[in-house]
């Protein structure tokens, strides 16, 4: 197998399912060796198995590919130093990290627990800075002793990170923060030569496939555009040596679109030599809100 990616080594998190394990595929198909990570959880995160990953490594394997499994905890500061370990001592060296694995606990705010917020912050959050803290470090080694490194993390949010989603706050504030984890990464790896981008996918997934049941029907026939493996050729493409051009940019991917996100902006502005009297604050905000494009509607809401 050959193509875009060849002879790059790449990690994908909670890639024994959905929408990972297509990127995994991906990767494979266009040449690049794939440590294939998944904890085997269940859909709240519960449960441990070995199993998924092993599957993808086989049907790697069984294409003609190169891929080895991982089934640490990607939120664990040792298990994910020994993920990206795995991919030096296997393939010998690390060009690519996604950061992808995840579950949900969907709850109103009002009735969610301690439980439910702490681990699907713990999982997305401290699971994508993780393998990012210990991915760079090797990168930053690389640049250091006088390597050119070409190297690229891609991160998973989430529409509702951008834009907010009902009974999701923990999801959504988790999702919101590997947003930003991304425009910093990418402020701060650009000088080892490393670039960081972020997707926002939608897709039939084990994830969504109550919450969107009509949505994610497949069709009988024609373009699926649910389908998970609609979301790997962008993640493939961010993976490869084509895009180093392209940094700290967020990305909606669904079907055969492929959509910028644009961010937080600096907006309407009022501005004095000095404090503001509170009562004075309504007129001034008044006029700033005329002057700006509403916000884009919660989903759900
Ligand atoms: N499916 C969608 O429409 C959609 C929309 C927006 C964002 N996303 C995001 O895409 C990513 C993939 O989601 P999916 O829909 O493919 O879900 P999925 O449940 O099919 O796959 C997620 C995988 O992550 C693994 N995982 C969970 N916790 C882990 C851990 N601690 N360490 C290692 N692996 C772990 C699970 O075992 C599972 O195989 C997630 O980050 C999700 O939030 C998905």
Not at 19 to 33: T, V
Not at 246 to 253: A, C, K, Q, S
């Given at each position: 197998?050959?193509?875009?990616?060849?002879?790059?080594?790449?990690?994908?998190?909670?890639?024994?399912?959905?929408?990972?394990?297509?990127?995994?595929?991906?990767?494979?198909?266009?040449?690049?060796?794939v440590?294939?990570?998944?904890?085997?959880?269940?859909?709240?995160?519960?449960?441990?198995?070995?199993?998924?990953?092993?599957?993808?490594?086989?049907?790697?394997?069984?294409?003609?590919?190169q891929?080895?499994?991982?089934?640490?905890?990607?939120?664990?500061?040792?298990?994910?130093?020994?993920?990206?370990?795995?991919?030096?001592?296997?393939?010998?060296?690390?060009?690519?990290?996604?950061?992808?694995?995840?579950?949900?606990?969907?709850r109103?705010?009002?009735?969610?627990?301690?439980?439910?917020?702490d681990?699907?912050?713990?999982?997305?959050?401290?699971?994508?800075?993780?393998?990012?803290?210990?991915?760079?470090?090797?990168?930053?080694?690389?640049?250091?002793?006088?390597?050119?490194?070409?190297?690229?993390?891609?991160?998973?949010?989430?529409?509702a990170?951008?834009?907010?989603?009902?009974?999701?706050?923990?999801?959504?504030?988790?999702?919101?923060?590997?947003?930003?984890?991304?425009l910093?990464?990418?402020?701060?790896?650009?000088?080892?030569?490393?670039?960081?981008?972020g997707?926002?996918?939608?897709?039939?997934?084990?994830?969504?496939?109550?919450?969107?049941?009509?949505?994610?029907?497949?069709?009988e026939?024609?373009?699926?555009?649910?389908?998970?493996?609609?979301?790997?050729?962008?993640?493939?493409?961010?993976?490869s040596?084509d895009?180093?051009?392209?940094?700290?940019?967020?990305?909606?991917?669904?079907?055969?679109?492929?959509?910028l996100?644009?961010?937080?902006?600096?907006?309407?502005?009022?501005?004095?030599?000095?404090?503001?009297?509170?009562?004075e604050?309504?007129?001034?905000?008044?006029?700033?809100?005329?002057?700006?494009?509403?916000?884009?509607?919660?989903?759900?809401?």
């Amino acid at each position: 197998m050959s193509g875009i990616c060849d002879g790059r080594v790449v990690i994908v998190t909670g890639a024994g399912r959905g929408i990972g394990r297509e990127h995994a595929l991906e990767f494979a198909r266009q040449g690049a060796k794939v440590v294939v990570n998944d904890l085997g959880a269940g859909p709240g995160g519960t449960g441990r198995s070995g199993g998924p990953a092993l599957e993808v490594v086989e049907e790697i394997r069984a294409l003609g590919g190169q891929a080895v499994a991982n089934s640490d905890d990607i939120a664990d500061w040792d298990g994910s130093a020994r993920l990206v370990k795995m991919a030096l001592s296997a393939f010998g060296r690390l060009d690519v990290l996604v950061n992808n694995a995840g579950f949900v606990r969907d709850r109103m705010l009002v009735s969610m627990t301690e439980q439910e917020w702490d681990d699907v912050i713990r999982v997305h959050l401290k699971g994508h800075f993780l393998p990012l803290r210990h991915a760079s470090a090797h990168w930053r080694e690389r640049s250091k002793s006088g390597e050119r490194v070409d190297a690229r993390v891609i991160n998973t949010s989430s529409g509702a990170g951008l834009f907010g989603s009902v009974g999701q706050g923990n999801y959504a504030a988790a999702k919101a923060g590997i947003a930003a984890l991304t425009l910093v990464a990418a402020a701060e790896l650009g000088r080892y030569g490393v670039t960081v981008n972020g997707i926002a996918p939608a897709a039939r997934t084990r994830m969504t496939e109550e919450v969107f049941a009509e949505m994610m029907a497949r069709p009988e026939s024609g373009f699926d555009a649910m389908d998970p493996a609609n979301v790997a050729p962008v993640v493939v493409w961010l993976g490869s040596a084509d895009s180093a051009h392209v940094t700290g940019r967020m990305f909606e991917v669904e079907g055969g679109s492929i959509a910028l996100a644009d961010g937080w902006r600096h907006g309407p502005r009022a501005e004095r030599d000095a404090r503001w009297e509170p009562a004075e604050v309504g007129e001034a905000v008044a006029k700033l809100l005329a002057g700006a494009p509403g916000p884009e509607p919660v989903y759900g809401a």
